[in-house]
């Protein structure tokens, strides 16, 4: 029996979905002193406990075999916290799991090393340092928002004009997060590799339009008098009071809007036609075809970003390289072709590159290398 036969095994175990067959194949199989060795590394890479102690191999597989004479209460079902990973292509299917753990010390700040940047209307650029709180200020002194870890709030911003409109834009890089809270008290949450341009404060009886270039997530607060406007380049999103999520990065495809709840209403760009969607609903815009479509989604694929959760859902490893790229500011360079075309669902819980790569390597054998900021997969 093969290596990947055998691992396939393991893991049916570990996430309890052994056959009866099955079972009985790995309490003989563990009773050979090399396959005991290859199962507790198996586990020791992929499935270590949720404490910061060593694991313990022996502990480990003598709790293996008595469960396997058991055949009940599995303890590994208690003991461990899981991501999955299905990888797929061309009808070949194989499903791994791991745990994720603490960060490798050594990597778990690879690329990670660019600032967030406030631009103000001056155009004078202020670099908000996340570990620290800042006022920010304007060239006349006067207090326009402040900043505390990963979040800068203009409520009750002092000073700012109430008949011109004064717009800041905040630059997010690739391996970073970042939180605004508006003047009206809606929140943004702005992904990696994003930038979104807002007013310091919104004008009585005007609509509060704001400009986003990659990816957002709005909790707008209510109000029917001043509708909220984004404006993702090819289109519009229209709300009184709402959450939902915008995509809209220069190299995808499409634009997409995701509603979680409230109403919305999008249009393209410069056209008076809108489309009203629902909570779980997805409208996109496709860049080629230039037709807008409205779908019903799972809303999770594409607002757990926030939460700092990566979900892939029937993806090409391409398409997911593009998205770990902009999660961890590294560059990708994929030698292998068939890789690319591969398929892949996974979600992986505050985990470093490297687990993300190491979950690669032992679910579909991939060779990677780490040069500074650049990661070379074959």
Do not use: C
Not at 45 to 73: I, P, V, Y
Not at 187 to 210: A, D, M, W
Not at 329 to 358: H, P, S, W, Y
Request: aromatic content about 10%.
């Amino acid at each position: 029996m093969s290596n990947r036969e055998i691992d396939t095994i393991i893991v049916k175990y570990l996430a309890d979905k052994s056959t009866e067959k099955e079972l009985a194949f790995l309490n003989e199989w563990l009773k050979q002193s090399e396959n005991e060795e290859y199962f507790n590394a198996f586990v020791e890479m992929n499935f270590l406990l949720n404490t910061k102690q060593k694991f313990d191999k022996e502990k480990s597989l003598a709790e293996t075999m008595r469960t396997l004479k058991l055949e009940e209460d599995r303890w590994l079902n208690k003991a461990f916290k899981y991501a999955a990973i299905f990888v797929g292509f061309i009808g070949m299917a194989y499903f791994f799991i791991i745990q994720i753990n603490e960060s490798p010390s050594n990597y778990s700040k690879i690329g990670a090393t660019q600032e967030i940047i406030l631009e103000l209307e001056s155009g004078k650029t202020v670099r908000l340092e996340t570990t620290e709180s800042q006022k920010v200020i304007k060239a006349n002194g006067k207090t326009i928002g402040v900043h505390n870890a990963r979040r800068i709030d203009y409520q009750d911003v002092v000073g700012a004009s109430e008949e011109k409109l004064v717009y800041n834009k905040l630059i997010v890089p690739y391996g970073k997060t970042y939180q605004v809270v508006l003047s009206d008290g809606t929140k943004v949450h702005i992904n990696s590799g994003s930038t979104l341009r807002y007013p310091v404060r919104f004008l009585k009886n005007q609509e509060r339009l704001v400009f986003v270039d990659g990816e957002a997530f709005f909790e707008v607060t209510s109000n029917k008098e001043n509708p909220f406007v984004v404006n993702a380049k090819e289109m519009n999103i229209r709300v009184t009071g709402t959450k939902f999520n915008v995509s809209n990065y220069q190299e995808d495809l499409e634009v997409k809007t995701v509603l979680i709840e409230g109403i919305v209403d999008v249009s393209e760009e410069n056209k008076s036609e809108t489309k009203r969607i629902a909570p779980g609903e997805l409208a996109a815009w496709n860049k080629s075809n230039q037709k807008l479509t409205v779908k019903e989604v799972d809303t999770s694929l594409y607002t757990d970003w926030i939460k700092g959760i990566l979900v892939f859902k029937h993806i090409k490893f391409r398409d997911m390289a593009v998205k770990l790229e902009r999660k961890y500011n590294v560059i990708i360079k994929t030698e292998n072709a068939e890789l690319n075309e591969r398929v892949f669902t996974g979600r992986f819980e505050d985990a470093t590159l490297v687990q993300v790569l190491e979950t690669l390597k032992r679910s579909y054998h991939i060779h990677y290398t780490i040069q500074g900021n650049k990661v070379i997969i074959t």
